[in-house]
């Protein structure tokens, strides 16, 4: 039996043509150049399908509501397919895979976001071997969680980040070995066990939580951030340096950490270096906000930390819940050692 794979257009470069203003999505079109694609109708392929969101975006204006639509789409198709491959814009495909991974339950089928750094529609591209790959992956089976395919890599969708706004190797993950990579074959790595569940799937929508980033750097004025760290703000992550350092006088505690501690905010501390993991208190730098209840991040993207608030806080959990939640691997974004 053919496996089937449903493509879920969200918007994104390897879809779009060519506009008055540059680059742009536009309805139906991608549907016109897949369909005069040999490579998609060959034996070797899997059958397809091609689903566009509307509107078809540009993926900076992903919100929670494309999240919640592109996971509403593969809970009704959940049982028809055997895999789904999200093309998505590059910008915030991380954030999206990372928010994916959370809120799909309990996955069992592989869902492989991919997208390209040069539209399909130009001869020289690499969107057609990402989505060719893509789609094999996902109709093979063997990776039954949320993944990022670029560039003949496959990687854990919440620990990839997006490095290149040129290269063709766009994305990478800093503290987790690629999944698979495809040379003359697709080398899949066995050190990593397949994710395999008996709890039936199910998907967590996520609401708009009102959470924050704010990256560290010399010569930072914390006060200026003090307005916006009301009662109304849930979570909020701090890109510090290293392994979790901020400046301020050693024991003290900023008023931001303060007001954050006192509102009930969950603080989340972030590295601002790719690679490597924050171990709060390792210098008096970070020992202050460990003393004021901040969350560590450990080896987790920023990405990752933003998608996960969203869905601990979507769950209904209060902030402690959140917090211990947050220093847990719930699906494979944290490295515990
Ligand atoms: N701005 C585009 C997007 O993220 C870039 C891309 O797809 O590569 O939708």
């Not at 003090?226 to 008023?255: R, Y």
Request: aromatic share 8%; proline share 4%; glycine share 8%.
């Amino acid at each position: 039996m053919k496996k089937r794979i449903l493509l879920i257009y969200t918007g994104g470069t390897i879809g779009m043509n060519k506009s008055e203003n540059g680059y742009a999505p536009q309805r139906g079109f991608l549907q016109e150049i897949l369909e005069g694609i040999p490579a998609l109708r060959n034996e070797a392929m899997p059958d397809w399908e091609l689903l566009e969101l509307d509107p078809l975006l540009d993926s900076s204006n992903t919100t929670v509501v494309e999240w919640n639509c592109i996971s509403g789409i593969i809970k009704e198709h959940y049982h028809r397919f055997d895999g789904f491959v999200i093309l998505h814009g590059t910008d915030t495909m991380a954030y999206t895979a990372s928010a994916l991974s959370f809120s799909l339950e309990n996955l069992d089928k592989p869902v492989i976001l991919t997208g390209s750094q040069i539209p399909l529609f130009e001869i020289r591209n690499d969107a057609l071997a990402n989505l060719l790959t893509s789609m094999l992956i996902a109709a093979e089976g063997r990776v039954r969680e949320v993944a990022l395919c670029f560039d003949y890599k496959l990687l854990r969708g919440n620990r990839s980040v997006k490095r290149s706004t040129s290269d063709l190797d766009a994305f990478y993950s800093p503290n987790f070995p690629p999944l698979a990579e495809m040379g003359t074959s697709i080398s899949y790595n066995h050190m990593i066990p397949a994710r395999m569940h008996n709890a039936p799937f199910r998907v967590q929508q996520l609401d708009k939580i009102p959470i924050g980033i704010i990256k560290v750097f010399p010569g930072i004025q914390f006060e200026l951030f003090e307005e916006i760290m009301t009662e109304s703000l849930k979570g909020i992550v701090l890109e510090a340096f290293g392994a979790g350092n901020i400046p301020g006088a050693a024991d003290a505690i900023l008023p931001i950490v303060r007001k954050a501690y006192e509102n009930g905010t969950v603080l989340v501390i972030c590295s601002q270096c790719l690679k490597g993991s924050v171990t709060l208190g390792a210098y008096e730098t970070s020992s202050a906000l460990k003393k004021a209840g901040a969350v560590c991040a450990f080896d987790m993207t920023t990405e990752a930390a933003v998608a996960k608030l969203y869905y601990l806080f979507s769950c209904g959990y209060d902030a402690e819940t959140v917090k211990q939640k947050m220093e847990e691997d719930l699906r494979g974004e944290i490295t515990v050692l």
